[in-house]
């Protein structure tokens, strides 16, 4: 890691700060909404029975709308 701040130093900060912001918000992005897919995917053995998390939203699957909306 400090090789790696020297090599930043050397450089006179040349790289742009809107670029390292892309790649902040892009890594945030990319965790939120794989979690999302991970809550709402199903459970891996021994995870059935876990409960959901408030903050998830619950996404029914094209299987679920059909099976509610014929009946």
Do not use: H, Q
């Amino acid at each position: 890691m400090p090789m790696l701040f020297n090599l930043i130093a050397a450089t006179g900060n040349s790289f742009p700060t809107y670029f390292i912001a892309v790649y902040v918000v892009g890594f945030i992005a990319a965790v939120s909404i794989g979690s999302f897919a991970w809550y709402n995917s199903k459970r891996p053995a021994g995870w059935e029975d876990a409960a959901r998390p408030d903050f998830v939203p619950e996404i029914k699957s094209e299987e679920e709308t059909e099976s509610t909306s014929k009946s």
